[in-house]
């Protein structure tokens, strides 16, 4: 079966400051891939990357960069210098190459940047 | 169409009422999924259509709900007997390929209410 775990519920901080999103996951399979995903108070989920279990690079793009470390089963999300714009609920997911190709979701983590 | 689309996008309903929900993915998206986002919670797999393969209906929570997708484009999920738990976004996502882990695109959802 698989599980994703994103511990933190809610996390607050003041535009400019750096944040991070934690994501664990459990799955049996060898091949699976992770993604992330934002919820904005107007609802619609924006995809945000996909990483495959193969690769184990670090990814940046902008202010946001993810640290995939598969000897922890971890899939954390940093964003640089915090803007108002970034409040949303995250999401992180995982879909295993073995059986259905359901993407299973962590309960999410509210991000609220205040100014 | 450019994005997925689902309507209504906002539904009211007495409990014990049926109700009919849809889904217009992107055209030539061969997979085609259903979530359930309750108050608070992440986001629960229904169902999952790919090409002429039979559905996965595993999380399908009651024999209350149904769904069909029609000439492998426009899906229907059907609630029957609509109860308060059913109250919820329902999302609908669709994907290019679901085999290969590629990030689906989500609609903006149906917000069912059941008084």
């Known amino acids: 079966a698989q599980k994703v775990t994103q511990a933190q519920t809610e996390i607050s901080v003041v535009e400019k400051e750096d944040v991070t999103l934690d994501c664990v996951y459990e799955?049996?399979?060898?091949?699976?891939?992770l993604f992330w995903y934002k919820q904005p108070p107007s609802g619609e989920l924006v995809f945000l990357i996909r990483?495959?279990?193969?690769?184990?690079q670090n990814e940046i793009s902008g202010r946001y960069s993810w640290n995939f470390q598969k000897s922890t089963s971890s899939f954390n999300f940093t964003i640089t210098a915090s803007q108002v714009v970034d409040s949303a609920v995250y999401f992180c997911?995982?879909?295993?190459?073995?059986?259905?190709?359901?993407?299973?979701f962590g309960k999410g983590t509210k991000l609220t940047v205040n100014p | 169409g450019a994005g997925v689309s689902q309507s209504p996008s906002n539904k009211v309903t007495e409990k014990g009422k049926d109700v009919e929900l849809r889904c217009d993915p992107i055209?030539?998206?061969?997979?085609l999924y259903w979530y359930r986002q309750s108050l608070g919670q992440g986001l629960e797999f229904l169902i999952y259509?790919?090409?002429?393969?039979?559905?996965?209906k595993s999380g399908l929570p009651s024999d209350r709900f149904s769904a069909e997708r029609t000439g492998g484009s426009v899906s229907t999920l059907t609630i029957q007997r609509t109860q308060q738990e059913d109250s919820a976004v329902y999302l609908c996502?669709?994907?290019?390929?679901?085999?290969?882990?590629?990030?689906?695109?989500f609609g903006s959802g149906t917000r069912l209410t059941v008084v």
């Open positions: 996502a669709s994907s290019l390929r679901g085999r290969q882990g590629y990030g689906y695109t």
């Open positions: 997911a995982l879909m295993a190459q073995g059986g259905s190709e359901k993407l299973v």
């Open positions: 055209s030539g998206h061969t997979a």
């Open positions: 990483r495959n279990s193969f690769d184990e």
């Open positions: 799955t049996r399979d060898t091949t699976y891939y």
């Open positions: 259509f790919q090409g002429n393969s039979a559905p996965d």
